[in-house]
């Protein structure tokens, strides 16, 4: 369970004070798909890095099993990140000189899954997202949709509690990406992995478990 108190954060730059988030306060569950939505600005991707510790609010805390991550030393912080978290980005930044198989390797190596296990965790990821047979395929060999699928299936590889997912969509087609974020939920609904999808495609808001719909760096509406 994850549940925010009053996250707030002020950016300070060249265009003065931006409040990019405004005392926001939710909790999600263990296997929870929650969309977030808002105009551009609006503090969707603020609201994901300080949930991956990437920010730290100026106040109010965000709770993940009873510990306030935003307090965690900064070592605590990397092995959260490292253990806990996966991210998934508009661009699937799959390393280009890397195969698939290597691709996937990262999260398992850095979480010390290695050898047999390894092997079939991968074969498993590559069954689950559609894409057996693909271990030696290099990232410039596959289409959008199947790079965005190894890159979820990279981010989830080492079963991470929670999901954060930043316009994973934004560069597919409608139907890819709507099928896509299906899988998505329906697999971290199974896996009890709470998972994180900041989009503008409201075609997808109708399978979220729930919406947070912010702006201006408040939180709208609650369903
Ligand atoms: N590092 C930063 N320094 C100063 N201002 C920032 C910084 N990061 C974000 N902002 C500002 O904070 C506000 C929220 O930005 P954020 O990136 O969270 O919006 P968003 O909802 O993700 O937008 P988009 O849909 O365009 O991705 C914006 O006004 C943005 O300009
Ligand atoms: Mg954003």
Not at 122 to 150: C, D, H, M, N, W
Not at 166 to 176: K, N
Request: aromatic fraction near 6%.
């Amino acid at each position: 369970m994850i549940t925010l108190q009053s996250v707030s954060k002020l950016y300070v730059s060249g265009r003065g004070h931006i409040q990019a988030l405004s005392e926001i306060s939710f909790t999600a569950e263990e296997g929870q798909g929650i969309i977030l939505v808002g105009r551009s600005g609006s503090g969707k991707t603020t609201l994901l890095n300080c949930i991956g510790t990437l920010e730290i609010p100026d106040s109010g805390a965000i709770f993940y099993n009873g510990t306030d991550i935003c307090r965690l030393s900064l070592r605590r912080r990397t092995l959260f990140r490292r253990r806990e978290m996966g991210f998934v980005f508009q661009a699937a930044n799959l390393l280009p000189w890397l195969t698939v198989a290597e691709n996937l390797q990262f999260p398992l190596e850095l979480n010390g899954i290695r050898g047999k296990a390894q092997r079939g965790r991968i074969e498993e990821l590559l069954g689950t997202f559609g894409l057996a047979g693909y271990e030696k395929a290099l990232p410039v060999e596959l289409s959008g949709g199947e790079s965005q699928r190894i890159a979820f299936a990279r981010a989830i590889a080492h079963a991470p509690a929670i999901l954060l997912a930043d316009e994973p969509t934004a560069s597919l087609d409608t139907s890819t990406g709507k099928q896509l974020v299906e899988l998505m939920i329906t697999l971290c609904r199974t896996k009890g992995t709470t998972l994180f999808i900041a989009t503008h495609d409201l075609e997808l808001l109708a399978m979220a478990d729930r919406v947070v719909t912010l702006k201006d760096g408040k939180m709208e509406q609650r369903t």
